[in-house]
């Protein structure tokens, strides 16, 4: 059965700093994977989208990679902002329509 | 548009009321998608229907009945429910159905439910 983990389960840090979630997976049999952020109180806004044939992928500020073979993946968020302060969520896709979620990150960025 | 549309936004029952949850999506998606989601828990799924069908149940609780009239509406019917059912349900959808991976899943604000 498929596990999805985050860590760390809760990050503070200043403005400006460069960020690294985690996400792991246990089984690497899978389609893809895709970052949400989950602001308090709302749905889920989907971040970025890596196909298991990827390595990476960018948009703005954010690049989220994949390493399939151990079960990996990062979002690297760039210059944080406060209005990154949200939870980040990664979840995978496996050969069904099922999307497995992992047990997300809350990150808080202050002025 | 990438929008998924649900409501209501809130929503407040008794235990031996009737309700229904509803969502929309025009973004010509054919799996659709609910989600319960417990406080500080990520999303857990209940149900997938692809091309109007049901493909996907968690094992999920009878009093919990999906409907999908169309390709564009998903309906969460609710039954004599418990306190415990108390979350936010979160509906999706993506562009395609099973066997056809890779596409992005699309989330809306979800509707809130307390049942008193």
């Known amino acids: 059965k498929q596990e999805v983990t985050q860590i760390p389960a809760a990050l503070s840090v200043p403005e400006g700093e460069n960020l690294v979630l985690n996400c792991s997976f246990t089984d690497s049999a899978i389609y893809n994977l895709q970052w949400f952020r989950q602001d308090p109180g709302k749905g889920l806004t989907s971040l970025l989208l890596i196909q298991s044939s990827q390595r990476e992928q960018t948009s703005g500020r954010l690049n989220a990679s994949l390493d399939k073979s151990s079960g990996r993946s990062t979002l690297y968020i760039a210059a944080s902002q406060p209005g990154d302060s949200a939870t980040y969520l990664c979840?995978?896709?496996?050969?069904?329509?099922?999307?497995?979620f992992g047990t997300g990150t809350r990150l808080q960025v202050f002025p | 548009d990438t929008e998924v549309t649900q409501t209501p936004k809130h929503l407040v029952m008794g235990m031996t009321n009737k309700k229904s949850l509803k969502c929309e999506q025009h973004?010509?998606?054919?799996?659709m998608y609910w989600y319960k989601q417990k406080a500080k828990k990520p999303p857990e799924l209940m149900f997938v229907y692809s091309y109007e069908k049901l493909s996907i149940n968690e094992s999920v609780p009878s009093r919990f009945s999906p409907e999908c009239p169309n390709s564009s509406l998903l309906n969460l019917h609710l039954h004599a429910l418990q306190p415990e059912d108390s979350a936010l349900y979160l509906c999706?959808?993506?562009?395609?159905?099973?066997?056809?991976?890779?596409?992005?899943?699309?989330f809306g604000e979800g509707s809130w439910l307390t049942v008193v």
């Open positions: 999706a959808s993506s562009q395609g159905g099973f066997s056809r991976p890779g596409n992005t899943i699309y």
């Open positions: 979840a995978v896709r496996e050969n069904t329509d099922k999307l497995i």
């Open positions: 973004m010509g998606h054919r799996a």
